[in-house]
């Protein structure tokens, strides 16, 4: 998941896992 993400998402990667598994 976090692979297809931006370089943006990488950074705020906490945010990011939650925001990808609530998309799941």
Same mark, same amino acid.
């Given at each position: 998941?976090? &692979? ?7 950074? *705020?990667?906490?945010?990011s896992? *939650?925001? &990808?598994?609530? *998309?799941?």
């Amino acid at each position: 998941m976090a &692979e297809k993400a931006p370089p943006l998402q990488l950074k *705020n990667k906490g945010d990011s896992v *939650n925001i &990808e598994m609530h *998309n799941v």
